[in-house]
């Protein structure tokens, strides 16, 4: 399996306060994502970074931040949680974010907002 | 606009049966494709891409440029082969967009 390494494992938090969730890996990989995980919407993604301090919006990026400052690190931020952010959080990590460089996930992060 | 659609969420056979997750496509250009793989409580992880066109745990994928289609199929199902299904696509640089899933169980 690919070395990335999300946490926390699980988080319960309350609607307003700020959540921070990290990723690390030990590829060296240039491509870090984050996505979400919900029943009928299948993963969606949030936020992608193609190098450090390289980031760009994916197709959920409302209400979610994001920060590389090194490579091996990509942090996703809730700046102030919503019942609607309650879902299960992958980090997927790319080589060269080509066809022949397929996504890696990690074990995901289960947020649950109250 | 880049979609890919499955439109099965729940899909049920009995062991030994063949098995097909639909998988459809829209995309302008040449489509790069796969199928992830997520077993109960573990990752994601890739089953197969048709660049590479190989046949992983007995399941193959054929792209149909034609009917925009991209189905997973096995002709003979396990009981270890329940798990949720993807279906994805690579729209620019890395992202790949994902279809909301099969979730597939075999029976025995």
């Known amino acids: 399996d690919a070395g990335i390494t999300q946490s926390p494992r699980h988080k319960v938090t309350e609607t307003g306060t700020p959540v921070t969730l990290r990723c690390h890996q030990t590829?060296?990989?240039?491509?870090m994502y984050w996505y979400r995980q919900d029943p009928g919407h299948g993963l969606r993604l949030i936020h992608y970074s193609y190098g450090v301090k390289d980031t760009d919006k994916g197709e959920v990026s409302d209400g979610y931040s994001v920060s590389r400052s090194k490579t091996e690190d990509f942090l996703l931020t809730l700046e102030s949680a919503t019942s609607s952010q309650t879902s299960v959080y992958f980090c997927?990590?790319?080589?060269?974010?080509?066809?022949?460089?397929?996504?890696?996930f990690g074990n995901g992060t289960r947020l649950t907002v109250t | 606009a880049q979609r890919v659609t499955q439109p099965e969420k729940l899909l049920s056979v009995f062991k030994g049966a063949p098995v097909e997750l639909k998988c459809n496509y829209s995309y302008s250009g040449s489509p790069e494709l796969f199928w992830y793989v997520q077993y109960s409580r573990q990752r994601l992880q890739l089953l197969l891409r048709h660049i590479s066109r190989e046949s992983i745990k007995g399941f193959t994928a054929d792209l149909n440029k034609g009917e925009t289609s991209f189905h997973l199929k096995k002709p003979f199902a396990q009981e270890e082969d329940s798990a949720m299904y993807y279906c994805?696509?690579?729209?620019?640089?890395?992202?790949?967009?994902f279809g909301k899933g099969t979730k597939l169980t075999v029976n025995p």
């Open positions: 997927a990590i790319s080589e060269s974010g080509s066809a022949n460089s397929p996504l890696h």
């Open positions: 590829e060296n990989h240039r491509y």
């Open positions: 994805a696509l690579i729209k620019g640089v890395g992202k790949l967009v």
